[in-house]
């Protein structure tokens, strides 16, 4: 079954940092590029941070600077460092996995982050 499947979302408190990690089944990260959206009640999903097969990476303004999105491709896995969280930050958090080659695209079913105290 081709899957992803992020955990480590939670609650946290403003300032404090989550790490958040989205894993492969079925079929290998390495190819693909992968970002983390989120979604606010409310509001529209948004991207992010980008990772591509490369390894290049790129940011939306409102995290650059706190956020690291990181790739193990021996893990399958691609991770979300969150640093200095704020409650602008919360949102239930969604990995995608993209080959536009192809024509390949894979939603997880997401993770949410509380930021509040």
């Known amino acids: 079954q081709l899957q992803l499947v992020e955990s480590g979302g939670g609650l946290v408190q403003p300032g404090g940092s989550l790490t958040l990690s989205c894993a492969a089944s079925g079929f290998t990260l390495e190819y693909y590029a992968i970002g983390w959206f989120r979604q606010a009640p409310g509001k529209q999903r948004e991207l992010v941070a980008v990772i591509t097969s490369t390894g290049r990476t790129n940011y939306a303004q409102s995290v650059k600077g706190r956020f690291t999105i990181s790739r193990d491709n021996a893990k399958n896995t691609v991770y979300l460092q969150m640093n200095s969280l704020k409650p602008e930050d919360t949102a239930v958090y969604y990995c995608?996995?993209?080959?536009?080659?192809?024509?390949?695209?894979?939603w997880g079913q997401g993770t949410q982050v509380t930021v509040s105290s």
């Open positions: 995608n996995a993209h080959q536009e080659a192809w024509g390949k695209d894979y």
